[in-house]
C-alpha cells in the first residue's frame, strides 16, 4: 500500500462494509490490490494493445496553456488536442533504456 492514494475514511469504511458480505474479513483491505498469480500472456496481451493509434496522454500544467487553442462549452475550460510529434512516435516505436550491469532488459514495466 506504499504508492495508494490516501482515502476519505467514510470511502474507506463504506466500502469495506459493503465488501464484508462476500469476502472473508481477512483479505478485505488487500482485495484490490494482492495479484496472486503471474500471468505473463496476459501482460503481453495487453501491452500490444497499447498502440498510438489509440493512445491519449493529458497534460494539466500552466507550461502548456499556450497549446490550449479550443474551449469546452459547458465550463469554458481551455484544451487543446494535437498528434504526437516525430520525436515522440520514434520513442514510442523504439524505446531507448539504459541496461545496468544488474538489468539486462530492454523494458521493465512498474
Not at 498502440?51 to 493529458?58: A, E, H, K, Y
Not at 484544451?79 to 545496468?100: C, M
Request: hydrophobic share 30%.
Amino acid at each position: 500500500f506504499k504508492f495508494k492514494e490516501e482515502t476519505d475514511a467514510r470511502t474507506l469504511s463504506n466500502s469495506l462494509a459493503n465488501s464484508m458480505h462476500d469476502y472473508p474479513y481477512e483479505e478485505l483491505l488487500k482485495l484490490n490490490f494482492l495479484m496472486e498469480e503471474f500471468n505473463e500472456n496476459l501482460i503481453a496481451d495487453t501491452m500490444e494493445k497499447f498502440t498510438l493509434q489509440n493512445l491519449r496522454i493529458f497534460i494539466n500544467s500552466k507550461k502548456v496553456e499556450d497549446k490550449c487553442d479550443q474551449e469546452e462549452p459547458w465550463y469554458k475550460a481551455r484544451y487543446g488536442s494535437h498528434p504526437f510529434e516525430d520525436w515522440t512516435i520514434e520513442a514510442y516505436k523504439s524505446p531507448k533504456v539504459t541496461p545496468s550491469p544488474t538489468n539486462t532488459k530492454k523494458l521493465d514495466l512498474p
